[in-house]
């Protein structure tokens, strides 16, 4: 039974109070433990205000965000078009699917080596990385989304006359949108990810390359500044997404609420 609004902001609350409560917790046991390298929650804040200036914003989030955004988006195209092509066209799907499946079993980091080498330590290499660790899901994702459309939809599209294309962007495109936003949202994921890692092996700006800087100057609270911002960026980016995938898919959720 789908819960009402009230029901959704208790969930929510409940869900704060629980980080609160961890956030408690982590300033309890740091200050009885009086290590170096697990400062209080309220020294970390106050560095992560210190440190998170205009300057070190423009230095090193700028650039993060540039990077995973157009990795990011490359994947996404490709991922689409290549994945519905695939999925549509099953000759296509037979030529390219082992090129697909040894591809997507290299680890994105065994990769950083050759992209340093052939690409340099610009952002060309990291681009490179975050759109390749982030292409599977979504190519996957749309393959199958085309592959689960129901053949009656399309039968009845080329009845009424449409032309190959009309079917593709009129009736496989849109029943795929589901699967392909679930696609989107894990490679979403991916791609934060291969950002940080990419920036900490070659690199001279931007988050990742921040937070292993500090941590060779045992600088602890800066290191976990950095980490904080990552997980506050990380939750905005989400958070984002998901009003995109809901104003995309309002149809779709709308549908299943009329299902019996």
């Known amino acids: 039974m789908p819960r009402g609004w009230r029901g959704v902001r208790m969930a929510n609350w409940a869900g704060w109070l629980v980080f609160l409560a961890f956030l408690g917790l982590w300033e309890i046991l740091s200050r009885r433990s009086g290590s170096l390298y697990f400062p209080p929650i309220t020294r970390i804040v106050e560095t992560f205000m210190a440190v998170w200036q205009a300057r070190n ?3 090193h989030v700028v650039p993060s965000l540039v990077r995973m955004g157009e990795g990011y988006g490359l994947a996404a ?33 065994a990769l950083i080596p050759f992209a340093l080498l052939t690409m340099g330590i610009g952002d060309a290499s990291k681009v490179f990385v ?32 449409l032309s190959a294309r009309e079917v593709v962007m009129g009736v496989v495109a849109p029943a795929t949108m589901p699967q392909l936003f679930a696609g989107l949202r894990t490679s979403l994921g991916v791609a934060f990810i291969t950002m940080v890692i990419a920036e900490m092996v070659g690199s001279t700006n931007g988050l990742g390359y921040f937070i292993l800087n500090a941590q060779r100057l045992f600088a602890v609270p800066e290191m976990y ?11 905005l980016v989400n958070g984002a997404f998901e009003r995109v995938e809901g104003r995309v898919l309002g149809w779709h959720r709308g549908s299943r609420a009329v299902q019996p």
């Open 130 to 161: 975050i759109a390749f660790s982030s292409l599977w899901p979504i190519l996957l994702n749309a393959r199958d989304g085309v592959r689960n459309v129901d053949q009656v939809m399309i039968e009845t599209a080329r009845m009424f006359g």
């Open 57 to 59: 914003l423009s230095a």
């Open 77 to 109: 195209l490709v991922g689409t078009v290549l994945g519905i092509a695939m999925g549509h066209w099953r000759r296509l799907d037979r030529f390219v699917d082992p090129l697909v499946e040894f591809f997507r079993a290299i680890p994105p980091p």
């Open 225 to 235: 500044a950095g980490i904080l911002l990552l997980g506050l960026l990380g939750y």
